[in-house]
């Protein structure tokens, strides 16, 4: 089954920004129940307090999505926004905090088949991975240099998916989804029945994009009808082609910052505005 197996380090395309000033991240350390996990942070020129975002890698092993928060750091900092990567269980400099999401995934499918796989995909996001997020969240709003009213959430691919659960479950100001649950989708009922509820139930307004070329452009086009349907706040918008293939597409989230940068800030400013 092919679950958000994304390969970043593949996918490094010309996404550098030119940026006023050189922005190096912080390595920190967080508890999410009884584990220690790790995260980067990327900080804005100034004393701050700032708005944040915890944005959510997807489901790349190892430090792959190192390169993800490499690329999208910079450019929440230079925007005046805290950028908080917290690495969930499994996955990068949190590699030894619990058992990689794909190993668990691909277990399960050997075991069991894809719906086994699906099922085990879905039960882990909304339980470990989202237990994982909201611990980012909670450590982030004790920060002095973050304004713990405007924190919104944001990701791409598995991250997407949290970011959507994050709107429904946490305090933020604001969500973004870019990519969530779209190499997936077709192939998990039980996916799309999650992600529909939360968006139904959102307490956040919620921004889905994707680029033309990704593997599947149903997830954006669903939730942002559910939305809809509910009279919930949100926006949806399909970018055009990035990069020649599906992974490049899919990967529009991480390195497309030039493309989305001014319709990201903007949903952002509106929705996280000081109060």
Known sequence: MNIEMDKLACLVLFWMLPLPFVFAADDVVFPSGDITLHGVVYRPEGKGPFPAVVYNHGSAAGMISKTGFDALGPVFASHGWVFFGPYRRGQGLSASA????????????????????????????????????????????????????????????????????????????????????????????????????????????????QAENDFDLSPSKVLSAAMKDATKPYEFKIYPRYGSTTQDGHAFGYFGSAVWADDVFRFLDQHCAKK
Request: proline share 4%; aromatic share 8%.
């Open 98 to 209: 619990g058992p990689y999401i794909g190993d668990q995934i691909a277990a399960a499918e050997k075991n069991g088949g894809i719906s086994a796989a699906a099922e085990t995909m879905v039960r882990l996001l909304q339980t470990d991975h989202l237990n994982d997020q909201l611990a980012a969240l909670a450590w982030l709003r004790k920060q002095s240099f973050v304004q713990p009213n405007r924190i919104a959430v944001a990701g791409t691919s598995f991250g997407g998916i949290e970011a959507v659960l994050g709107a429904e479950r946490g305090t933020y100001c604001a969500a973004v989804d870019s990519a969530g649950g779209a190499q997936s989708w077709a192939e998990a009922p039980a996916l799309q029945a999650l992600m529909i509820a939360s968006v139904r139930n959102a307490r956040a307004p919620i921004f889905f994009f």
